[in-house]
């Protein structure tokens, strides 16, 4: 009888470390974090994968420290990013993607590349509380006659969200992104036009 006791204390002692220790796992978001931050391509690329369908707004703070640093990701970044943005419902008040993007836009200190896959991320979105940034981006202020790839995304983007012209398509059709993603739709290079 004593043995019995023993034992089914040592079997419930057992439970409740296992319980503890499945509440201690790492949190996704934190594995994430170090993922993208990892020297391989493909960790990174799985880590956005991730953070894509990760409901989240560090998912959406991590993607954009994507989106304005690697340049091997940061198309794939953008698309997360679109994703993300895409969900929030226009009838709020802030669309926090659209947020974040835009001050990717308007850092003046980065490379071209990452401004102008931001602009394209904001005609992406389609969420017209961009205007106002992407008409400076594309004329105004933050316009530069040296930045033609971002000045003509700019231009696209105010295309896509039907400023003063009949509009353009998007390049990631509405609905493509609303289910979890498996991989990262390819988009096309940057690239002036003559």
Same mark, same amino acid.
């Given at each position: 009888?004593m043995? !019995?006791?023993?034992?089914?204390?040592?079997? !419930?002692? #057992?439970? =409740?470390?296992a319980? @503890?220790?499945?509440g201690?796992? =790492?949190? *996704?978001?934190?594995? @994430?974090?170090?993922?993208?931050?990892?020297p391989?391509?493909?960790?990174?690329?799985?880590?956005?994968?991730?953070?894509a369908?990760?409901?989240?707004?560090?998912? !959406?703070?991590?993607?954009?420290?994507?989106?304005?640093?690697?340049? &091997?990701?940061?198309?794939?970044?953008?698309?997360? @990013?679109?994703?993300?943005g895409r969900? #929030?419902?226009?009838?709020?008040?802030?669309?926090? !993607?659209?947020?974040?993007?835009?001050?990717?836009?308007?850092?003046?200190?980065?490379?071209?590349?990452?401004?102008a896959?931001?602009?394209?991320?904001?005609?992406?979105?389609?969420?017209?509380r961009?205007?106002?940034?992407?008409?400076?981006?594309?004329?105004?202020a933050?316009?530069? &006659?040296? &930045?033609?790839?971002?000045?003509?995304?700019?231009?696209?983007?105010?295309? &896509?969200?039907?400023?003063?012209?009949v509009?353009?398509?998007?390049?990631?059709?509405?609905? @493509?992104?609303?289910?979890?993603l498996?991989? #990262?739709?390819? =988009?096309?290079?940057?690239? *002036?036009?003559?």
């Amino acid at each position: 009888m004593m043995y !019995v006791a023993r034992v089914v204390t040592v079997a !419930v002692m #057992i439970g =409740i470390v296992a319980g @503890l220790l499945a509440g201690c796992a =790492i949190p *996704p978001i934190e594995e @994430l974090s170090r993922k993208i931050e990892s020297p391989q391509v493909s960790a990174r690329e799985q880590a956005i994968v991730a953070l894509a369908n990760l409901a989240d707004r560090q998912a !959406v703070r991590l993607l954009t420290e994507a989106l304005s640093s690697d340049g &091997k990701l940061c198309d794939k970044a953008a698309v997360a @990013l679109v994703k993300h943005g895409r969900q #929030i419902e226009v009838t709020e008040r802030e669309n926090p !993607v659209v947020a974040q993007v835009s001050e990717v836009l308007k850092n003046t200190h980065l490379g071209e590349q990452f401004r102008a896959r931001a602009a394209w991320t904001l005609g992406e979105i389609g969420d017209r509380r961009a205007l106002p940034l992407l008409k400076e981006a594309a004329t105004g202020a933050l316009a530069d &006659k040296r &930045k033609p790839v971002m000045k003509q995304q700019a231009a696209e983007a105010l295309e &896509k969200l039907g400023f003063n012209s009949v509009g353009r398509a998007f390049e990631l059709p509405m609905g @493509l992104l609303e289910d979890d993603l498996e991989v #990262i739709p390819d =988009i096309l290079p940057l690239q *002036p036009t003559a």
